[in-house]
């Protein structure tokens, strides 16, 4: 075999370079650099999650640095959706939020830092993100829960503590503020236990009052969302002191109560009796009890002619059914008066709880021979014959046109000799 010679061996080294050379190479597609987010921490803004108060502003600071595209637009989203109404909702840099994901502008495109002002979502956790988009379409987000803290209702009265005697009524003004629910109902309760007897829960003032249709009481239309009432809270019976809790709850089942000490007093002699709905009729009518005979402790309607009856009434005028008088009248020597007004504040017919304030009523009001027309809420003061003294409310009066079947109703309070 011929060696090979040196040309020959060049030629051979330069064929194997040039094949060598001619391989394919792998295929280099440059990377991409996406923009970035960041919520920076400076003082006043919040960058990780956090609890605030309610109605308090969730503020926080974003930088958008761009990568190699300029930056598009920056989506604001709560638990993943947009804000509904982002121009009541959202500030950015102190101007109203065009949208949810406003679109970047100008020097903005290249990069930017807004201060982005939130109104908070009402209670619980919410997740705020925010999502940064260029105009390649490479996005970068961050996000940040916020805690929004329950406002509690509040609930307030103008007494806290009274002496007062036995079953009278004590005014006590209830303020309550609603917190982050609306209000459902208010309860009173007696050491504890919740008042049952709802003549003892009155609404009103000194003369017109209405008892509370039930204890809870259901708070309906504008006391949802607030209320200021004027209690009349009737003390117990007994002498000592008992403590009257008020609370309030709200629809999310939040409390709120405070508490009213009523110590009873043994002073003056305690009154004999309350008599309720004590019936006087027409006494121009088919049933003959047009009067009334006060010092009895049970049913004491008695007929217009009774000797017994202490005051009757007036009948009709003429012959005419329709004509009810619809006055009263003493009777058998007893004396009937009227609450003058001079009287303080014409006192109060429900806190009147012993003898001696019932003769101090009648020895204060102005001798009539006759009333006006007797209508609901007036208030009247009779001495018998025997000396005996009363104070009368009127509850009712019902007036008819056919068959003088009218009527009244008093609330009668006696102090007997």
């Not at 970068?140 to 806290?160: A, C, N, R, Y």
């Not at 309760?189 to 003369?207: F, H, M, W, Y």
């Not at 239309?221 to 809270?233: E, R, S, Y």
Request: charged residues 20%.
């Amino acid at each position: 075999m011929r060696s090979l010679s040196f040309i020959q061996l060049f030629f051979v080294a330069v064929c194997i370079i040039f094949v060598s050379s001619c391989e394919t190479l792998p295929d280099e597609t440059p990377v991409s650099i996406p923009p970035s987010i960041d919520l920076l921490a400076d003082a006043g803004f919040i960058a990780t999650d956090a609890t605030i108060a309610a109605g308090e502003t969730i503020n926080v600071r974003i930088k958008g640095t761009k990568g190699d595209a300029s930056l598009s637009s920056l989506e604001m989203l709560i638990d993943g959706a947009r804000f509904t109404d982002p121009a009541a909702d959202i500030t950015v840099n102190g101007a109203a939020a065009s949208s949810s994901a406003p679109v970047l502008f100008d020097t903005d495109k290249e990069g930017f830092t807004w201060d982005i002002a939130i109104k908070p979502h009402e209670s619980g956790t919410a997740s705020y993100s925010f999502v940064l988009t260029d105009d390649a379409g490479e996005t970068s987000s961050t996000f940040v829960d916020v805690t929004v803290e329950s406002t509690p209702l509040e609930v307030t009265t103008d007494v806290s503590a009274v002496t007062l005697p036995a079953d009278v009524y004590q005014p006590v003004t209830i303020t309550v503020t609603a917190g982050s629910s609306q209000l459902n109902t208010i309860t009173v309760s007696e050491d504890g236990v919740a008042i049952t007897d709802l003549n003892r829960l009155k609404i009103g003032d000194l003369v017109s009052n209405v008892c509370w249709a039930s204890n809870p009481l259901t708070l309906e239309g504008d006391d949802k969302d607030g209320l200021t009432m004027d209690l009349k809270l009737r003390a117990h019976s007994t002498v000592g002191s008992v403590t009257y809790t008020i609370t309030v709850e709200d629809d999310a089942g939040g409390t709120a109560s405070t508490d009213v000490t009523m110590t009873v007093e043994a002073t003056g002699t305690p009154i004999d009796a309350i008599l309720t709905q004590r019936l006087i009729e027409n006494a121009a009518g088919p049933n003959p009890t047009g009067g009334l005979d006060l010092s009895l402790p049970s049913d004491n309607t008695v007929s217009v002619n009774s000797a017994d009856a202490d005051i009757i009434d007036s009948g009709i005028d003429g012959t005419d059914q329709t004509n009810w008088i619809g006055s009263i009248k003493p009777a058998n020597g007893a004396s009937l008066r009227r609450v003058d007004s001079n009287q303080p504040e014409l006192f109060d017919f429900d806190n009147i709880a012993t003898k001696e304030e019932v003769i101090a009523a009648y020895g204060g009001g102005v001798e009539i021979a006759e009333s006006a027309v007797v209508v609901v809420g007036d208030i009247f003061m009779v001495q018998d014959a025997a000396g005996n003294h009363f104070i009368l409310k009127t509850t009712k009066v019902e007036e008819t046109t056919t068959n003088n079947l009218d009527y009244y109703e008093f609330t009668v309070k006696q102090a007997l000799n």
